[in-house]
């Protein structure tokens, strides 16, 4: 069925994903934008793009969208690094470029397939349901181009107990990082307050007021003077686990972790205008991320476990090559 929509004039230089997303509240902005790209959105009859600035006046149809399938958990064979188990949990070493769970996607497969959840399912058969169908087993989560180790509960009970562990600032992680710029502090604490960005939703951000308390601290390992500019690769323990918290916390001191061009890094690396002739632009497909260590308890037994990962070779190579 065709919804059908006439622009008042007080919209008048709203975006036109934007003005969708508020007239369609139970659509998000990302599946608007998909509307969008899909040609499903005429205005005046003929497509346009989701950044076309409204005058007031417009017609703007959307048409039947056809049904997107089902999100869904599905056991696939996927290799997997398992840096821990026992009968109650496992610690897997996540690489960059995996989902944990299903999640948006333009495609059934780019939604439902190829998942941490997935390869887990296959491994393990039976995981804890507290998280519900599409998230079975996942205590936390890391983000897709985040590498690094993440815990998941094989029962119920494990997944409570762990819960409140993580709910209780129990869990000690620690991250690796390695961000634009100089610091000159050998440490700090950051405490900003995250919120959701009210532009663009895929983005959180410091600058609203009314977030949810975030508490990271940042050390630093190494200071790199390169071809490139200049870096700092860091430590960094979080004390609360918001979604992006320390890359929104980085970026937010001006110095966004390398790879990251959601928050301000740029997807190619240009060298110093002195070397420009001598050597091409450098490009992490990822972000420099990794959740290098994590320490928590035992949710049966109390036995502490300490487990790492050092960092992967496409950051180890990354970092030889600003080193020179």
Do not use: W
Not at 4 to 31: N, T, Y
Not at 147 to 171: C, M, N, P, T, W
Not at 173 to 198: E, F, M, N, W
Request: aromatic content about 4%; hydrophobic content about 35%.
């Amino acid at each position: 069925m065709t919804q059908q929509f006439q622009v008042a004039d007080e919209h008048s230089g709203k975006r036109l994903d934007q003005f969708l997303a508020s007239h369609l509240p139970d659509l998000s902005r990302a599946r608007v934008q998909e509307l969008i790209a899909l040609q499903k959105v005429l205005v005046d009859g003929k497509p346009a793009k989701p950044s076309r600035r409204l005058r007031g006046g417009e017609t703007i149809e959307i048409l039947a969208p056809a049904p997107r399938p089902p999100l869904r958990a599905t056991a696939e064979e996927i290799p997997l690094d398992i840096v821990y188990q026992d009968d109650d949990l496992a610690v897997v070493n996540k690489p960059a470029g995996m989902m944990v769970h299903a999640g948006a996607g333009s495609t059934e497969d780019a939604r439902n397939r190829g998942t941490l959840v997935n390869a887990l399912l296959h491994r393990f058969g039976a995981l804890s349901g507290v998280g519900g169908e599409l998230r079975p087993g996942i205590v936390h989560r890391l983000d897709r181009n985040t590498s690094g180790l993440i815990v998941v509960a094989k029962h119920d009970r494990a997944h409570r107990k762990l819960g409140e562990q993580f709910a209780r600032r129990e869990v000690h992680k620690i991250y690796i990082a390695l961000v634009h710029g100089r610091l000159q502090q050998d440490q700090g604490t950051i405490q900003s307050a995250i919120s959701r960005d009210r532009l663009r939703r895929t983005r959180m951000t410091t600058r609203r007021a009314g977030g949810r308390e975030a508490v990271s601290h940042y050390q630093v390992r190494e200071r790199i003077d390169s071809p490139y500019g200049k870096f700092t690769l860091l430590e960094v323990k979080i004390e609360t686990g918001r979604t992006h918290q320390i890359r929104v916390h980085l970026s937010s001191l001006g110095h966004p972790v390398v790879g990251d061009t959601l928050y301000g890094a740029p997807r190619e690396i240009q060298p110093r205008e002195r070397t420009k002739q001598a050597l091409p632009g450098l490009a992490l497909p990822r972000n420099f991320l990794h959740a290098a260590a994590i320490e928590f308890k035992q949710p049966l037994t109390g036995k502490q476990l300490t487990l790492e990962r050092p960092l992967p070779p496409e950051l180890e190579d990354f970092l030889r090559v600003l080193r020179g």
